[in-house]
């Protein structure tokens, strides 16, 4: 089981990037799915999750309106939009598989993690 997150890089403040994260090998459609993101000396936070269906979503205060979660389930991917970047979102990103349908935003809902991304925001 593998969850293979994609898609960060490095982006002026103000910018945008997409990231994507793909399962293998299982499919997680009757799981919620979260992002979180650790920036260098910090702790892992929440940024967003979403639940099996799509039907809820929760973000993170300081990403609100700026971020967008979603998913498809037929290709067992989830996305994250990331608009309007600042250096403040600079950190390693990682995508989970949670152990229900909904999930808090506590990291022990979650059972599955993959690898991070790395984001960086210039200012």
């Known amino acids: 089981v593998q969850l293979q997150a994609s898609g960060g890089g490095l982006v002026q403040a103000g910018g945008s990037l997409r990231l994507s994260c793909a399962a293998s090998r299982r499919t997680f459609s009757n799981n919620a799915m979260g992002w979180f993101r650790q920036a260098p000396g910090k702790e892992r936070e929440f940024v967003a999750n979403?639940?099996?269906?799509?039907?809820?979503?929760f973000y993170a205060d300081s990403v609100k309106g700026r971020f967008t979660i979603s998913r498809d389930n037929a290709k067992n991917t989830v996305t994250l939009e990331m608009h309007n970047l600042k250096p403040e979102d600079t950190a390693d990103y990682y995508c989970?598989?949670?152990?229900?349908?909904?999930?808090?935003?506590?990291?022990?809902?979650?059972?599955?993690w993959g690898q991070g991304t790395q984001v960086t925001v210039s200012s």
């Open positions: 989970a598989a949670a152990r229900g349908a909904i999930a808090s935003s506590g990291p022990g809902d979650y059972t599955y």
């Open positions: 979403i639940s099996w269906n799509g039907g809820r979503r």
